[in-house]
């Protein structure tokens, strides 16, 4: 299975950019990894390169892919951050949303995990599928029934580095792969200022990954 891959990853108009990308390619599996470290609290960088990390050294992409150890890598990088908040004073409060997926090349299959509000999409067969929910206060909402106006969109129930929050991960089902499928990870500082129809009208307009963020980075910027 051929794997062709592009990253973005730059400052909006916050103080400081606090993503962190990752990805390994390996002979038979490949993993990739978006992290958007919460605003507002000190450590937001660090808690999103701590769990990067934790499950970029961790994953092997010369072995096939076990749903089960994907369940290690994330709730291990999600024990590391908690281990750093104990032992550094000023990042007590600190974490991370977190978007992963990882492909078994061999059997065509990909898996993901997910936590906050970074998404996961899959493009397929000319189509946007949002595959991930967020894990926010507004959400919640949302699938509720309620109004939403007034509510903080960045109020989140569950990232790494929440005591509770292990329990509210999500865990994707096994996903066969079909030709020409196309994934798209991202914070919220991406997709908040790009609607699901321009993400899908881009695509259709694109030969390779890198032209595909070109163009909507521009329209962010528009």
Known sequence: MNIATASLSRQGTRASNQDQTGETIGERSACFVVCDGIAGLPGGEVAA??????????????????????????????????SEQQAVQDYRRMGTTLVSLFIDRDYGLAYWAHAGDSRLYLFRRGYLLHVTTDHSLLQQMKDAGHQTEGINPNLLYCALGMRNGERDISYGEVLPLEDGDAFLLCSDGFWHDLSLQHMQQSLHMVNTPEEWLALMQQAIKN
């Open 49 to 82: 390169e701590l769990a990067r990390n934790s499950i970029i050294s961790r994953f092997d992409g010369d072995k096939h892919l076990n749903a089960q150890h994907i369940r290690d890598y994330v709730q291990t990088a999600n024990r590391t951050i908690l």
